[in-house]
Protein backbone atom coordinates (compact mmCIF):
# COMPACT_ATOMS: atom_id res chain seq x y z
CA UNK A 1 0.00 0.00 0.00
CA UNK A 2 2.62 2.66 1.16
CA UNK A 3 4.56 1.69 -2.61
CA UNK A 4 1.31 2.59 -4.44
CA UNK A 5 1.34 5.90 -2.11
CA UNK A 6 4.51 6.63 -3.22
CA UNK A 7 4.35 5.85 -7.15
CA UNK A 8 0.62 8.35 -7.09
CA UNK A 9 2.92 10.98 -5.47
CA UNK A 10 5.49 10.60 -7.82
CA UNK A 11 3.24 10.81 -10.82
CA UNK A 12 1.39 13.78 -9.78
CA UNK A 13 4.47 15.42 -9.55
CA UNK A 14 4.89 15.02 -13.45
CA UNK A 15 1.72 16.23 -14.07
CA UNK A 16 1.14 20.36 -15.21
CA UNK A 17 -0.67 21.97 -12.29
CA UNK A 18 -4.13 21.81 -11.70
CA UNK A 19 -6.29 24.28 -9.76
CA UNK A 20 -8.60 21.62 -7.29
CA UNK A 21 -8.74 18.79 -5.22
CA UNK A 22 -5.88 16.61 -5.69
CA UNK A 23 -5.60 13.14 -4.19
CA UNK A 24 -2.79 10.47 -3.64
CA UNK A 25 -5.52 7.72 -1.10
CA UNK A 26 -5.91 4.50 -2.03
CA UNK A 27 -9.02 2.73 -1.66
CA UNK A 28 -8.29 -0.81 0.49
CA UNK A 29 -12.00 -1.50 0.84
CA UNK A 30 -13.49 -3.84 -1.74
CA UNK A 31 -16.43 -1.97 -3.74
CA UNK A 32 -18.52 -5.50 -3.32
CA UNK A 33 -21.49 -5.87 -5.56
CA UNK A 34 -23.50 -2.45 -4.18
CA UNK A 35 -21.70 -0.05 -6.97
CA UNK A 36 -24.76 1.74 -9.18
CA UNK A 37 -22.67 2.64 -12.17
CA UNK A 38 -19.13 2.58 -13.36
CA UNK A 39 -16.81 4.71 -15.07
CA UNK A 40 -16.01 3.18 -18.95
CA UNK A 41 -12.93 5.11 -20.46
CA UNK A 42 -13.35 5.19 -24.51
CA UNK A 43 -9.64 5.06 -24.98
CA UNK A 44 -10.06 6.34 -28.72
CA UNK A 45 -10.90 9.55 -26.94
CA UNK A 46 -8.72 9.46 -24.40
CA UNK A 47 -5.53 11.68 -24.68
CA UNK A 48 -4.03 10.17 -20.95
CA UNK A 49 -3.68 13.11 -19.63
CA UNK A 50 -3.91 11.70 -16.22
CA UNK A 51 -6.63 14.16 -15.01
CA UNK A 52 -8.97 11.66 -13.60
CA UNK A 53 -6.27 9.66 -12.01
CA UNK A 54 -5.82 13.33 -9.74
CA UNK A 55 -9.27 13.58 -9.18
CA UNK A 56 -9.99 10.28 -8.10
CA UNK A 57 -10.35 9.78 -4.35
CA UNK A 58 -9.82 6.21 -4.07
CA UNK A 59 -6.93 6.61 -6.38
CA UNK A 60 -7.38 3.86 -8.58
CA UNK A 61 -6.91 5.05 -11.89
CA UNK A 62 -4.01 3.80 -13.55
CA UNK A 63 -1.76 5.68 -16.12
CA UNK A 64 -0.20 3.20 -18.02
CA UNK A 65 -0.42 2.68 -21.91
CA UNK A 66 -4.04 2.99 -21.31
CA UNK A 67 -5.70 4.59 -18.24
CA UNK A 68 -7.33 1.68 -16.45
CA UNK A 69 -9.82 1.49 -14.11
CA UNK A 70 -9.39 -1.08 -10.85
CA UNK A 71 -12.83 -1.94 -10.72
CA UNK A 72 -12.24 -3.96 -7.36
CA UNK A 73 -11.52 -0.37 -5.47
CA UNK A 74 -13.81 2.26 -7.12
CA UNK A 75 -16.59 3.32 -5.28
CA UNK A 76 -18.67 4.76 -8.92
CA UNK A 77 -18.63 8.16 -7.58
CA UNK A 78 -18.58 10.07 -10.94
CA UNK A 79 -15.84 12.49 -10.41
CA UNK A 80 -13.94 10.85 -13.20
CA UNK A 81 -16.49 11.14 -15.80
CA UNK A 82 -17.06 14.74 -14.35
CA UNK A 83 -13.20 15.69 -14.43
CA UNK A 84 -12.53 14.60 -18.28
CA UNK A 85 -11.55 17.55 -20.48
CA UNK A 86 -12.16 14.82 -23.51
CA UNK A 87 -15.35 13.58 -21.95
CA UNK A 88 -14.17 10.34 -22.55
CA UNK A 89 -16.08 8.47 -19.85
CA UNK A 90 -18.82 6.55 -19.77
CA UNK A 91 -20.89 6.26 -16.68
CA UNK A 92 -22.61 2.85 -17.75
CA UNK A 93 -25.02 1.32 -15.49
CA UNK A 94 -23.47 -1.90 -13.69
CA UNK A 95 -27.10 -3.65 -14.43
CA UNK A 96 -26.19 -2.52 -18.35
CA UNK A 97 -22.40 -2.83 -18.33
CA UNK A 98 -21.58 -5.63 -21.32
CA UNK A 99 -17.82 -6.01 -20.71
CA UNK A 100 -15.52 -7.93 -19.23
CA UNK A 101 -14.14 -6.99 -15.09
CA UNK A 102 -14.68 -7.86 -11.92
CA UNK A 103 -17.86 -7.61 -9.79
S1 LIG B 1 -9.19 12.63 -17.89
FE1 LIG B 1 -10.14 11.75 -19.73
S2 LIG B 1 -8.71 12.20 -21.37
FE2 LIG B 1 -7.60 12.49 -19.47
S3 LIG B 1 -6.64 10.49 -19.07
FE3 LIG B 1 -8.61 10.45 -18.01
S4 LIG B 1 -10.03 9.54 -19.48
FE4 LIG B 1 -8.23 10.17 -20.62
S1 LIG C 1 -15.97 6.58 -10.34
FE1 LIG C 1 -14.95 7.58 -8.58
S2 LIG C 1 -13.85 5.94 -7.55
FE2 LIG C 1 -14.36 5.17 -9.58
S3 LIG C 1 -12.58 5.63 -10.85
FE3 LIG C 1 -14.01 7.37 -11.07
S4 LIG C 1 -13.37 8.86 -9.53
FE4 LIG C 1 -12.42 6.89 -8.99
Known amino acids: MQELVKQRTKML???PKIVGPVSVKVSDVHTG???????VIRHDDCIRCGICAEYCPCGVIEKAEVMTVDYTYCKGCGICTVECPKKAIDFVLESEFEGEGDQ
Open 33 to 39: VWRYRRP
Open 13 to 15: ETL
